[in-house]
């Protein structure tokens, strides 16, 4: 088969066997689509149909050159789907053909802290995501998600679900009594607010306009301070406080926000920095002379994932979805992702 482009723009077009690959640092141009030989799954791999698949921050990093491991030429994209076990190969037992599964962000971590070997296997970077009629996961990568999300909300959970889980629970939950600040509005803060409510806290959050600070309050945000017309937003999530300062933050910012969530922080508070972002001027004290925890943590593993789906089927809890696009509009997916102000997950849909 020819590795030239497939143009797809008509559904007739639209055949069995088709991948999107990424040639790096080419933006858009460089998701093209080419035909794809259905796989067929070795010892300890399983073959899944791929229903839906989502977009995240990782995926543009990656695609832009500005992602911490850089993507393999030619890799699928995309971390985050789910789909229908289609066959199996030699020794599988954690899956069983029929089942509607997903995959871990790393390929290979199961438990425990993680180390470096793990970071440098991911979906969608050097190892092919989600972005295909087809994805060939390995065994000890399988998760079964909750019966009552639907696929768009089930391909939503790898990065930015399993993250936010990881930032709000570990090392300990927050709980009633306790404050917990989001900064951002992304996906990944979308499902901490989600996770903080869950675990009976109260939940603050700093965002960029009044649309946004509505629907934030609508997914069980108690106060929202709005950067844009309070540019010292510390100095109100402080206010909001009684002046003590909030426990937990969860700043799915950066580096460029990490000040403000320091002075916002209450004594002894934990601070967590969510996943890869871009460098910015080193800070002389981070602490800037109060006493708290800074951690910066990178999604999670296999358990933390299967934790988190637990809880989301205990709770019946759903992802936030701003918008779905068909397969053969990916790069509209990703181009809407990156200009068009989403607000929840933006996810690629395939049909039979």
């Not at 069980?220 to 402080?238: F, K, L, Y």
């Not at 002046?243 to 933050?249: L, P, R, S």
């Not at 080193?282 to 988190?308: C, H, K, Q, W």
Request: charged share 25%.
């Amino acid at each position: 088969m020819s590795d030239e482009p497939t143009d797809i723009g008509k559904p007739t077009d639209l055949d069995d066997a088709l991948a999107y690959r990424l040639d790096p640092l080419r933006g858009l141009d460089g998701l093209r689509v080419v035909p794809q030989p259905r796989p067929t799954p070795g010892p300890g791999q399983v073959l899944v149909r791929v229903r839906a698949a989502s977009v995240n921050r990782r995926d543009l990093m990656l695609m832009d050159g500005e992602y911490p491991l850089p993507a393999t030429p030619g890799v699928v994209p995309l971390s985050d789907g789910v789909g229908e076990v289609l066959a199996l190969g030699p020794g599988v037992t954690r899956a069983a053909v029929g089942d509607r599964v997903t995959a871990t962000y790393y390929q290979r971590w199961v438990a425990g802290p993680q180390r470096l070997a793990a970071v440098r296997e991911q979906h969608g970077a050097n190892h092919d995501g989600w972005l295909a009629r087809y994805v060939l996961l390995e065994e000890e990568s399988v998760v079964h998600v909750p019966d009552h999300l639907t696929d768009a909300e089930a391909a939503s959970l790898t990065c930015a679900g399993v993250a936010a889980w990881a930032a709000v629970t570990k090392p300990a939950p927050p709980g009633p009594g306790e404050t917990l600040l989001t900064v951002g509005s992304g996906t990944a803060a979308l499902f901490a607010v989600q996770f903080a409510r869950m675990h009976g806290a109260r939940v603050v959050c700093v965002t960029s306009s009044p649309e946004k600070a509505k629907r934030l309050r609508a997914i069980g945000a108690d106060e929202v301070v709005d950067r844009s017309e309070t540019p010292d937003w510390q100095v109100a999530v402080r206010e909001l406080t009684g002046g003590d300062g909030v426990e937990h933050v969860v700043d799915a910012v950066g580096l460029a926000t990490l000040p403000q969530s320091v002075a916002a922080a209450a004594y002894n508070a934990r601070i967590t920095l969510l996943g890869a972002f871009p460098a910015v001027a080193p800070l002389a004290d981070p602490f800037a002379g109060n006493y708290v925890s800074i951690r910066r943590i990178a999604v999670g593993s296999r358990t933390d994932f299967e934790e988190m789906n637990r809880a989301l089927a205990a709770h019946r809890l759903r992802p936030v979805i701003d918008r779905e696009f068909p397969f053969e509009a990916a790069r509209e997916a990703y181009r809407y992702f990156r200009d068009g102000g989403a607000f929840g997950k933006v996810v690629v849909t395939l049909r039979d």
